[in-house]
Each structure stands twice: as C-alpha cells, then as structure tokens.
C-alpha cells in the first residue's frame, strides 16, 4: 500500500432500543438485540422513553414501546426481528 493510501475504518453501528420499566416486550427485545449482538458486533443504546427520550421521541413512540432505531432510523417496533436485524447490520451503510 502506497504512502498516504488509507483504508476506510468500518464504522460500527448503533442500535437504540426505546423501553419504559415493567414492559415485558421491552425486556424480550433487549435479550433479542443482545443474542444478535453477541453474533454481529453493534453499539447498544437502551433508552428509558419516560425518562431519558426528548419529547419528540415520546410522542412519536408513547404507544408503540418497545421501539428499535438503527443509525437513528426506526427498523422495528413491538418484537425484535432477529434475522431482520442481521441483514439490515450486514448490508450496506
């Protein structure tokens, strides 16, 4: 490789779960996105939608909990897709 040729650093993606306490569709999509983890390398962000989301998250998704954003765009919601999340992982940024 010539001097000042440079390979492109593959950037890791982001995942965020939106969530809310005693949601138990919210904990079955955290233990999804962690078993598709554990296979595919991400960056995991859990948000509490009550407490930590903006008010514009919460009003888009107040009903739809839990909610799965990939780069900032929303892939799913209710039930995590694991074979869904893999392919959309491994495919083009």
Do not use: N, Q
């Not at 962000?45 to 909990?65: I, T």
């Not at 990939?70 to 992982?89: A, N, P, Q, S, T």
């Amino acid at each position: 490789m010539s001097e000042g040729t440079r390979v492109p650093e593959e950037r890791m993606k982001t995942v965020t779960l939106f969530t809310r306490e005693r949601c138990h569709l919210c904990e079955d999509a955290h233990a999804a996105l962690e078993r598709v983890r554990a296979r595919l390398p991400f960056e995991l962000a859990v948000v509490d939608l009550d407490r930590e989301a903006g008010p514009e998250k919460r009003a888009l998704y107040d009903w739809e909990v839990p909610v799965v954003e990939l780069d900032g765009r929303k892939i799913m919601k209710y039930r995590v897709d694991e074979g869904r999340l893999e392919r959309l992982l491994s495919g083009p940024e």
